[in-house]
């Protein structure tokens, strides 16, 4: 919604996005046209106030869960712990992220002893 200034005049549009496209819609430039400015601001205003209304309802609400949401990080890195300490128990290892069996063996390396001549 804005008032546009064209050869000296104001002409007041109201725009509104359709598909990807705007679409502007021409009120005038008379009383009609102030009347659905106003009307437009005020609706503008309303929309503020809600949404603001709406962001403070999140931030309450997100207040009230940041226990819930501590605990639950701190849960989640004891579990990751201990399903690493699983899988290794089992003889697993990790390659490249990803948890693999092991399927090799370490063969005991041979110390050459030289003998005492």
Same mark, same amino acid.
């Given at each position: 919604? %804005?008032?546009?200034?064209?050869?000296?005049?104001?002409?007041?549009?109201? =725009?509104?996005?359709? @598909?990807?496209?705007?679409?502007?819609?021409?009120?005038?430039? @008379?009383?009609?046209?102030?009347?659905?400015?106003?009307?437009?601001?005020?609706?503008?205003?309303?929309? /503020?106030?809600?949404?603001?209304?709406?962001?403070?309802?999140?931030?309450?609400?997100?207040?009230?869960?940041?226990?819930?949401? /501590?605990? %639950?990080?701190?849960?989640?890195?004891?579990?990751?712990?201990?399903? /690493? $300490?699983?899988?290794?128990?089992?003889?697993?290892?990790?390659?490249? @992220?990803?948890?693999?069996?092991?399927?090799? %063996? $370490?063969?005991? =390396?041979?110390?050459?002893? /030289? =003998?005492?001549?």
């Amino acid at each position: 919604m %804005s008032w546009e200034t064209r050869r000296k005049h104001r002409y007041y549009y109201r =725009s509104r996005r359709l @598909g990807g496209a705007v679409q502007k819609t021409y009120l005038g430039r @008379g009383p009609i046209a102030r009347q659905a400015a106003r009307r437009d601001r005020q609706a503008r205003v309303r929309r /503020e106030k809600a949404r603001e209304k709406e962001r403070e309802a999140v931030r309450q609400l997100q207040a009230r869960l940041a226990p819930a949401d /501590e605990l %639950s990080v701190e849960l989640d890195v004891v579990l990751r712990i201990l399903v /690493e $300490a699983t899988y290794l128990a089992r003889g697993f290892h990790k390659h490249r @992220g990803k948890w693999r069996f092991k399927t090799w %063996s $370490a063969k005991p =390396s041979r110390i050459r002893q /030289e =003998s005492p001549d």
